[in-house]
């Protein structure tokens, strides 16, 4: 079993920064593919970004070049440092874990999922 606490959300204006962190504990994390994703109310969770348990990331588009996944293995921790926000990046954001090999960004493919932290930018 793995627990995920995410943190770091908050309110920020348009073009502003903010970094979310997951800490996990209950398993190795070295050997986790950690991903974030988002939800707005009423929609679906979409995938953002996943870095596998080696480092390679991958991200939608909507965010590339703006978002960075990274991970710290000794912190057991995982952090999406998000930049140039825009008003369509609020969501609840969701950090999620998996056990396999590769890079995953469909839903079903993550076993472990934190309680999601509020990200909202204003115009």
């Known amino acids: 079993q793995v627990q995920l606490v995410e943190s770091g959300g908050g309110l920020v204006q348009a073009g502003g920064s903010l970094r979310l962190a997951c800490a996990a504990s209950?398993?190795?994390?070295?050997?986790?593919?950690m991903g974030w994703f988002r939800q707005l109310l009423g929609k679906e969770r979409e995938f953002v970004a996943t870095i596998t348990w080696s480092g390679t990331t991958y991200y939608v588009g909507s965010v590339k070049g703006r978002f960075t996944i990274s991970r710290d293995n000794a912190k057991n921790t995982v952090y999406l440092q998000m930049s140039s926000l825009k008003p369509e990046d609020t969501a609840v954001y969701y950090c999620a874990a998996h056990s396999r090999s590769g890079i995953f960004a469909s839903r079903g493919s993550y076993d472990y999922w934190g309680q999601g932290t509020q990200v909202t930018v204003s115009s």
């Open positions: 209950g398993r190795t994390f070295s050997s986790l593919g």
